[in-house]
């Protein structure tokens, strides 16, 4: 089993920035992906950015140039670094990590994929305007 701590959540103003942190502990050597999904009030919850155990992040359109993903597989963490923070990017965003070596690949081929089996409770950024 794997258990999932988020930090670093708080409030910041538009166009400001903030980091987010987690780290896992448990069976840390089986995640082959770790990722950041951010759930917005009233709006579904979307896999804002991940990262494989290769170090290649990927992030949704609605992030990209603006968050940055990383991993220390050293101490089995993953840290969201977020920049020209904007008020939709107000969300619980949680910490989540898959053991499913083909999690990944069938999100290329398919462009859709199932959600990751291991999730944090989520620490909450407020973006004011």
């Not at 999932?4 to 103003?13: A, I, K, M, R, W």
């Not at 919850?45 to 140039?65: C, F, H, M, P, Q």
Request: aromatic share 8%; glycine share 12%.
């Amino acid at each position: 089993q794997v258990q999932l701590v988020e930090s670093g959540g708080g409030l910041v103003q538009a166009g400001g920035s903030l980091s987010v942190s987690c780290v896992a502990s448990g069976s840390g050597r089986s995640i082959h992906v770790m990722g950041w999904y951010r759930q917005a009030p009233g709006k579904q919850r979307e896999l804002a950015a991940w990262i494989t155990s290769g170090g290649i992040a990927n992030y949704a359109d609605s992030v990209k140039g603006r968050f940055t993903i990383s991993r220390d597989h050293g101490e089995n963490s993953v840290y969201l670094h977020m920049s020209s923070l904007k008020p939709e990017d107000t969300a619980v965003y949680y910490c989540a990590a898959e053991n499913n070596p083909l999690w990944a690949l069938k999100l290329k081929r398919t462009g859709t994929s199932d959600n990751m089996t291991y999730w944090g409770k989520g620490t909450l950024v407020t973006v004011s305007s």
